[in-house]
């Protein structure tokens, strides 16, 4: 991208794919896309694919093949309710729309009856070419997943490529799709990338503050009543010696008694970046009327939700590497290959776990329930607690009744972090809500593990051991080599 001019200028691409429900021997149809290539402030350059809606100019989406039958969705309560005009469906922007949150949860907004828009820079993409990694499902580029969506649902989404960072981007995307709710799930969300070198945290640091700056920012220029659902994690409160509660707590102290955010005791660069967001999302609520939702999400495991189990070119990723695979699946991944299952340490790391199911579930009701104007809320979003051990207890179960031979190993621990800790955290407003949790079961550990098992010749066990120490960052750049 490096060499495009500074000038727009508009090309023709053909793109071909094989249709959604078409078999693999049949013809390939081609599909002509239109596409403006314009430079981005940024360290990313913008590649938009432009359309028309009705009534105004829009930088719009990849198109889709033409479709026999329509599935026509069943919105639930308060899909179809706009701040500004309650006959119309909310248009809600899902900010990172690729990445494996966001694109579970952009295809559920989608399949209940949202107009929902995809806005962003594909980083995660280059993450993975950089530090020679891979998904250990196949995942289809973002404009042959949206074609798909189209001719299985006849549903659009549409899309925006561009890094929020570029606030210039940022606004035309705003007044293009004029979001009346915004779900931010584009940040850099790894610890171990943070803590990488001294240059993955400058830029997790930056790509996270001065991104969800600019949303803010964005927020009150052209959109002042747009509800922000934002993705914070429960990473963001430590380990305390107390319970954690849901974003505030009431103390006493000399005699007088006030309800203040609750403390924070972020653990590397990225959950640092994460405080510092929810600080500046609550100060622009109390300064500028904002509504926001903060939500806090534990560790998400699984892959499969109804939506992206519905094709092949809708599967999401699944991360099993030491610098972006999240305990479970990793777990279940080494299982499947016959790795020791490592566990980081003593083991007795205790932390907030749900399904992918519940995350889309979560954020819709964030969604259907808006913050008030000025409001700042925290849920905290998981639906139980586990330990290292327990987990790995757990998959080694499951693996013995599929007849794998699971073992389990202790590793030095990479991360600076207590071992063994008290951990009680409440989580009772998403329940409050109307979450119906999806429960760790065995049924979905033997789901997730013949997954990992089908794919397991995908898995580059070089990437399974942790590369990445938080006592050994230091400024010269590293490319993280395979063990």
Partial sequence: MAHLMSTSCSIKISSSYRPCGQPRNQDRTMLPNSFTIKTSKSPFKRLISKGHRAGRSCVVLATAAPVSKEVSANPRSGSDRSPNDSSKPQRVMVIGGDGYCGWATALHLSNKGYEVAIVDSLVRRLFDHQLGLDSLTPISSIHNRLRCWKAITGKTIELYIGDIC??????????????????????????????IDRSRAVFTQKNNVIGTLNVLFAIKEFREECHLVKLGTMGEYGTPNIDIEEGYITISHNGRTDTLPYPKQASSFYHLSKVHDSNNIAFTCKAWGIRATDLNQGVVYGVKTDETSMHEQLCNRLDYDGVFGTALNRFCVQAAVGHPLTVYGKGGQTRGYLDIRDTVQCVELAIANPAKPGEFRVFNQFTEQFSVNELAALVTKAGQKLGLDVQTISVPNPRVEAEEHYYNAKHTKLIELGLKPHLLSDSLLDSLLNFAIEFKDRVDTKQIMPSVSWKKIGVKPQTVPAN
């Fill in 166 to 195: 570029d606030f210039e981007f940022l606004s035309e995307t705003f007044n293009s799709f004029e979001p009346d709710a915004v779900v931010h799930f584009g940040e850099q969300r790894s610890a171990p990338y943070s803590m």
